[in-house]
C-alpha cells in the first residue's frame, strides 16, 4: 500500500497535494514523544499551561483566513462554513485555556484529617478525527486535553488532513514542546488501530461512524480504556401547528443541507402536526430551491459537493429506492455534486427513515399529537440531536425532556455551542464533549486522605 495519499479538491475533482501517511512505527515513535513530553507538560505551572494554550489560540486567531482557504480546497465547504470552524478552534482553545488553573477539586469533611480530590491527567490522549468537520472536532478533543495536563496525538480522517497537520505546525510554533500535541495523518487501520491497542494511550476521544466506534469500543475494553465516542445520528426536526410556521420552514434546509448534509446533527427527519403539513410542505420547497448551492470558491455559495464519489453514490444508492418529491440545484460539471432533495416518508421502515445518509436528503412526515411526534422522534437507534417549534413553553419543556437525544434546541436548530455540553444519547456515542465539564473527562480523580494525627 502507498505511503502518501492524494488530497482532493472535491469541488474540482483536481489533486491538491500528496500527504505522508505513517506507518505503525512512525505511530509508535509519535506516541513515544508524547509519552516523554507528557511529565514536563503534566507538571507545568497551570498559569504557564494556560499562557501556552492562549498564546495558540491567538496564533490560530491570525492564521483562521489561511485555515478556512485550505479547508475549502480540502473539505468543499463553503467559506462561511470554514470561517466559522477555524474560529471555534480559536474559541475552543481560549475557553480551555482558562480549566488549567481552575481544575479545582472537593475538599470534603471526614473525621480524622482532611480529604481532598485532585483531577489528574490520564497521560497519552489519541484523538480520531472524521471528515466531515476536520477543524473543530479536532478543537473540542485537543483543547480540553492539553488543558488537563494530557499530552495529544490525533488521527485526521484520511480525506482531509490538511488543516489539521496546520494546526500541529502552529501549536509548535505557539510554544508546545515537542510530542505536547502531535498530528498524525495516517490511515484507520493503521494510526487509528494503534491509538487503540497501544499501552501507553490511556483515552481514544473517537468522532466517526458508528460501525467503526463499537470496534474501538470493543478494543478499548480489552485494557479498561477510557473511551468517548460521537458517533451517527437521525435527528429529528419535530414542528408544531403552533410554531412560527413560516420561520420553521425557512429554516428547515438548513438544518439538514449545511456542510451538504454530512453532520452528524442534521435534522434528516421533519416530522409536521398534520394540521399544518400542507401550507409546511408548500413552504420549503422555495426554501429548498433557494438554497446556493455552488462551487465554494464562489463567497455567496451555501452548500458544497460531497467529499467524495464514494460519498456521492453511497447517498444516491439511498435516493434511488425512493421518490423525490423535489428538489433544489446543484452545478453541472466536475465535483462530487447532490442536488438537495426532499422525500415525502411513507413508512417508519424505510432505510431513508431509519439509516443516517450523511447527505443533502431530507424526510418528512406528519403526526397528529405531541404522543405521536415524541413516538416517532424516539423510533431510533440514535439519539444526538433534535429540533422543536412550538409557541407553547409548556410543550417544548415536554418535548425536550421526552425526546431520547443530547443536543436539542427550540425554536432554532442549534446544537454546538462551545460552552455547553455535547454528545449523543443511545447508539449516537458515550460521554460528552464541550461545556464546562470537558476537561473533567480527560482526568481521572484521585481521593487523597490527610491524618490529622
Ligand atoms: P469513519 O468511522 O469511517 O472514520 C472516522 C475516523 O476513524 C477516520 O479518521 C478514520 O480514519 C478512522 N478509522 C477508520 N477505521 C478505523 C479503525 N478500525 N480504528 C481506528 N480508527 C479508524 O467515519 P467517517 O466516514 O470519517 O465520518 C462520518 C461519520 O462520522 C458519520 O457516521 C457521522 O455521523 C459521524 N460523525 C459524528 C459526529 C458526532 O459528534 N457525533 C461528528 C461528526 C461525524
Known sequence: MSNTYTVVNPATEQPVVDVDMADIAATDAAIERAVEAF????????????????????????????????????????????????????DVLNYYSAAPERLIGHQIPVPGGIDVTFHEPLGVVGIIVPW?????????????????????????????PLTAIRLGELGREAGLAEG???????????????????????????????????RIMAGCADRVKRVTLELGGKSANIIFADADIAKAAASAPYAVFDNAGQDCCARSRILVQRSVYDEFISLLRPAVEGVKVLDPSDRSSEMGPLISAGQRSTVQGFLDEVEVAFSGHKPDGPGFWVAPAVVLAESTQQRIWREEVFGPVVAVMPFDDEEEAIALANDSDFGLSGSIFTRDVGRALRVSRGVEAGALSVNSHSSVRYWTPFGGFKQSGIGRELGPDAPHSFTDVKNVFISNE
Open 132 to 160: 466531515n468537520f476536520p477543524m473543530p472536532i479536532a478543537g473540542w478533543g485537543f483543547a480540553p486535553a492539553l488543558a488537563a495536563g494530557n499530552t495529544v496525538v490525533l488521527k485526521p480522517a484520511e480525506l482531509t
Open 39 to 90: 511529565p514536563s507538560w503534566r507538571d507545568l505551572a497551570p498559569g504557564e499551561r494556560a499562557r501556552l494554550l492562549r498564546r495558540f489560540a491567538a496564533l490560530v486567531d491570525e492564521h483562521v483566513e489561511e485555515l478556512a482557504e485550505l479547508e475549502v480546497r480540502n473539505s468543499g465547504h463553503t467559506w462561511g462554513n470554514a470561517t466559522w470552524e477555524a474560529a471555534n478552534v480559536r
Open 180 to 214: 505536547v500535541f502531535s498530528v498524525i495523518p495516517g490511515r484507520g487501520s493503521i494510526v487509528g488501530e494503534r491509538f487503540v491497542t497501544h499501552p501507553a494511550v490511556r483515552k481514544v476521544c473517537f468522532t466517526g461512524s458508528t460501525e467503526v466506534g463499537k
